[in-house]
């Protein structure tokens, strides 16, 4: 115990009149966002005072919109402010950087130098196309910039679809041959443990809540984190569930209350999306709890039918997006009919359709409303392996 | 002949490098490069019209928005829909949230920086802060706490995305006072939080945002009910009274200090714009900021835009296929050689209007609406020329500071007609108007969504063909802008705008990423 280390964290809380009791009762909340009971109060206290340093790390844009670094501006508590400026130290992020050009590189740089000090995190696809220069990054290509960084990086967390699968930059034909950071870095043959945060873009306050788990719950060091992931690397804490067992409409779908035509009245009321292509039931995301922009509200609040963007290889799997799919496309394994899933695929996608999807249709409770999907041979030419781990 | 690079680009949407040339403390050559290639228009092949709506939004994280309804308006023009006025009025909603966001953040997160110096700001005195924000009309914060917190983050040593920053570089104007530094940082600060309450509105109204949902071609599946108008309306008008009493007042108070820029980074003068926010009419030159487009050659004076004059040249950039198509009937096939200035140097293509390059943003926005005579539009220019003491002279706007200034004061414009888009949509539900979306199963055509993103104009081509996209071409703003030279050699206009621009400090180009973020790439 260090106590007598310089205390950061507390002293820059401290200048924006931040009283001891109040940090603690800060300790106190964090301890209830991540579902701990008050007993771990002390606990977090003590990792917090333990600090002597802001977190190192880098942020780093591989084939991105900048949609997660956005999504990121809109995390709520913390606010993106007080991440940048009182937990994280991020010295280099293209688009929030002051540096420019060689000079933002070098700031990278030093903290490259800091071996197994940093966090990394990487937004956007890992660019292979045109032996990687379908990305170029001061005068390089972002395959060498990820090869540079990953190495030495204490963990990677891969922020949104798109890094942790290549996202819809890997959608059928794939044509910069994009692919998923954890993807790349086996083929590379680089051990460094990556968090995979799926959807488009990632939620902010998952991006938080790895933060708070990896910087006050030590749970990197401790490895304790690892078995907080699933077999794709995603924490079970999110995406253990389906959008559908948490969904508010849930109610409405158990009653038979569909929205059938969009922007009608049954919208007004609130009713289920399910016939008009929801992909809730297959998509394992806590949306409906933690909700998007500081909870503001979520797809199918605002009447449009998730489109399963936590998911993985999600645009080939979830298009044609506003259809009931009768055949599910997965990943490596093709078009399949929904009576035989279970028995190729242990998936969660495809668990997620036998559990509900094939339940409403053997009820009954789905006749009726919008056609299904047809076979579709253009479909089947597209699959292709990838998707995830 | 000395060649400076600044690649990365940062505070930037994207991968940009920009190569200058520079004699004589002055930029006398530029080459911009577009650092990425994801090939998003062979994505969208073979797909369904109703899902490019969902993926060809995503070329943009910053504005997905525009792009969505790009996108959905080419599917609805090919298949010819007209949406319900109720989904119309909806989407200029969602689009003035975007608009909202976007201008906010580019300026006080993204440009700030580049005009604003944090470690001058530590030498302010509190109480001249209060007097100076009070003269100048702006926004009052706890401008102590935050100059505590600035303290503390300084000196715990640790500077996080302040590392490395150019500060005290000899181009932040000498003569501004640390306490308007200060007013400016504790500005960046709320401005993260005003950002950000324009993103809810879209999440209340899209689901989320980034990347929103609910403009589905047809209309929208977005139905506001009484609670959901109250979301809207009341953060719309909390952004109103903050775009109104601070970021206008912030934007007077500093341009003063940088006067000079209105002198330089102008470029051609050419400026393209399909206009955005549509009346009920749906017209390109009804929208209630209109199309247009002005030429150098004819001085300031404004044609209507045509569609059919496009091109774009690839010749210079990584792209096989054949040069100077239309869009509309467009290729995109990429390859790699090597990164050559003389030769092919970036993966953003030429685009041109009638063979000229045009510039797109709020700057053309801005000017052609105030030639057409668009009401609003004409005062808040005319106000802020006669503040620069440039009054009845908007052709001083054609420099790096009337760029930025008519980015600004579109932000309060746009906030004025959203309170009115709220009322025109609440007044329509009380009348009993209760249609969003239009039903259709027509599966052939061709169409074009010609818009705005906040960064200029948008167009979307799309050709359907037995229910399936046969093509689709996009031209970005950023392609307008960041475009390479054409095939005839012409710079394109962020190139030329940074020809001329004075540069004190050569190793460290900051003027010539002041022209780069102006047009907000």
């Not at chain 1, 880098?58 to 956005?70: D, H, I, P, Q, S």
């Not at chain 1, 009768?326 to 997620?352: C, S, W």
Request: aromatic share 8%; hydrophobic share 40%; net charge negative.
């Amino acid at each position: 115990m260090a106590h007598e280390d310089h205390d950061v964290i507390y002293d820059l809380l401290a200048a924006r009149g931040v009283s001891r009791r109040d940090f603690l009762k800060y300790c106190g909340s964090l301890a209830a966002m991540l579902g701990l009971s008050q007993a771990f109060v002390p606990e977090i206290a003590r990792a917090i005072n333990q600090g002597a340093k802001l977190q190192p790390a880098v942020w780093l844009n591989g084939g991105a919109c900048t949609g997660c670094t956005e999504s990121m501006a809109q995390a709520d508590s913390p606010d993106v402010a007080t991440v940048v400026l009182e937990i994280l130290s991020i010295d280099f992020m293209e688009t929030l950087s002051m540096a420019q050009g060689q000079d933002a590189l070098d700031a990278a740089e030093a903290v490259f130098e800091k071996e197994g000090e940093y966090i990394l995190i990487y937004e956007g696809s890992v660019m292979k196309g045109f032996d990687g220069n379908s990305l170029r990054i001061g005068g390089k290509t972002g395959l060498e910039e990820l090869d540079h960084a990953a190495p030495g990086a204490a963990a990677i967390v891969a922020v949104g679809s798109c890094a942790v699968d290549g996202g819809f930059v890997m959608a059928a034909p794939n044509p910069a041959d994009a692919t998923g950071v954890q993807m790349y870095l086996d083929e590379k043959g680089i051990s460094t443990p990556v968090v995979n945060l799926p959807t488009c873009p990632v939620n902010p306050e998952w991006v938080v809540a790895i933060v708070v788990d990896v910087l006050l719950l030590g749970s990197l060091e401790s490895g304790a984190i690892l078995d907080k992931l699933d077999r794709f690397g995603r924490p079970k804490y999110i995406f253990g569930q389906t959008i559908h067992d948490n969904c508010p409409r849930r109610g409405h779908f158990e009653n038979g209350n569909f929205v059938s035509e969009f922007g009608s009245e049954e919208e007004a009321l609130g009713y289920c999306l399910y016939k008009v292509g929801c992909k809730g039931p297959q998509t394992y995301t806590n949306c409906p709890i933690v909700r998007w922009n500081r909870r503001a509200s979520w797809c199918v609040e605002a009447g449009a039918p998730c489109i399963g963007c936590g998911s993985l290889d999600w645009v080939d799997v979830g298009a044609p997006f506003l259809n009931r799919h009768r055949d599910l496309p997965l990943p490596n394994v093709g078009n399949t009919q929904p009576g035989v899933i279970a028995g190729v695929v242990a998936g969660v996608a495809a668990a997620g359709l036998v559990a509900h999807g094939l339940g409403m249709k053997a009820t009954g409770r789905m006749d009726g409303g919008a056609p299904y999907e047809e076979m579709k041979e253009h479909d089947r030419k597209r699959m292709k392996k990838g998707g995830g781990k | 002949m000395a060649r400076q690079v600044v690649d990365p680009l940062t505070r930037i949407e994207g991968h940009l490098r920009v190569e200058v040339e520079v004699n004589d403390g002055v930029v006398t050559d530029a080459w911009v490069s577009g650092g990425l290639y994801r090939g998003m228009e062979k994505i969208l092949l073979d797909r369904r019209p109703s899902d490019a709506f969902f993926v060809a939004q995503r070329i943009c994280g910053v504005c997905p928005i525009s792009h969505g309804h790009a996108s959905t308006m080419s599917t609805e023009d090919a298949l010819g829909i007209t949406i319900p006025n109720n989904a119309r009025i909806v989407r200029n909603l969602i689009e003035a949230a975007q608009y909202i966001h976007s201008h906010i953040l580019w300026f006080y997160t993204l440009a700030a920086l580049d005009y604003v110096d944090p470690v001058k700001a530590l030498s302010a005195d509190i109480a001249d802060t209060y007097a100076l924000a009070q003269a100048a009309g702006t926004g009052v914060s706890d401008f102590g706490a935050v100059a505590k917190r600035l303290q503390a983050f300084v000196d715990n040593g640790q500077l996080s995305i302040f590392t490395n920053g150019w500060f005290g570089h000899p181009a932040y104007a000498e003569d501004m006072p640390a306490e308007l530094h200060l007013i400016g940082v504790a500005h960046y600060l709320e401005a993260l939080e005003m950002q950000a309450v324009a993103a809810e509105i879209i999440a209340v109204m899209g689901g989320k945002f980034p990347h929103f949902m609910t403009s589905i071609p047809g209309g929208t599946s977005f139905v506001p009910t009484e609670n959901k108008l109250d979301d809207i309306l009341f953060r719309f008008i909390k952004l109103n009274d903050w775009v109104t009493n601070t970021m206008i007042p912030d934007t007077l108070a500093i341009a003063p200090f940088y006067a000079g820029a209105l002198e330089y980074g102008g470029g051609h003068g050419n400026f393209l714009a399909w206009g955005v926010f549509n009346d009920d009419s749906f017209e390109m030159n009804n929208r209630y900021l209109p199309a247009g487009v002005i030429k150098v050659a004819d001085g300031l004076t404004v044609a209507d835009a045509d569609p059919s004059v496009l091109s774009e040249d690839v010749q210079r950039s990584w792209y096989e296929s054949a040069s100077g198509l239309h869009p509309s009937v467009g290729e995109a096939d990429a390859m790699f050689d090597e990164y050559n200035t003389e030769a092919r140097y970036s993966w953003c293509k030429a685009p041109r209007y009638d063979g000229a390059p045009m510039e797109a943003g709020p700057l053309s926005r801005m000017l052609v609406a105030y030639l057409r005579g668009v009401q609003p539009v004409q005062e808040i220019v005319d106000g802020a020329l006669a503040a620069l003491g440039a009054a009845g002279r908007p052709e001083v706007l054609v420099s790096l500071l009337g760029r930025i200034a008519a980015r600004n004061l579109e932000t309060k414009v746009v906030c004025d007609w959203s309170l009115e888009w709220c009322n025109e949509l609440i007044e329509a539900i009380a009348g009993g108007d209760s249609k969003y979306f239009e039903p259709h199963n027509v599966d052939e055509g061709m169409g074009a969504g010609l818009w705005e993103a906040p960064r200029g104009a948008l167009a979307h081509f799309i050709d359907i063909q037995g229910g399936k996209i046969d093509r689709y071409q996009v031209v970005t703003p950023s392609t307008w802008d960041c475009s390479s030279r054409d095939d005839q050699g012409v710079r394109g206009p962020m190139e030329e705008a940074l020809v001329g621009t004075p540069i004190i400090d050569p190793e460290r180009p900051l003027e010539a990423c002041r022209i780069a973020r102006s047009f907000d790439p």
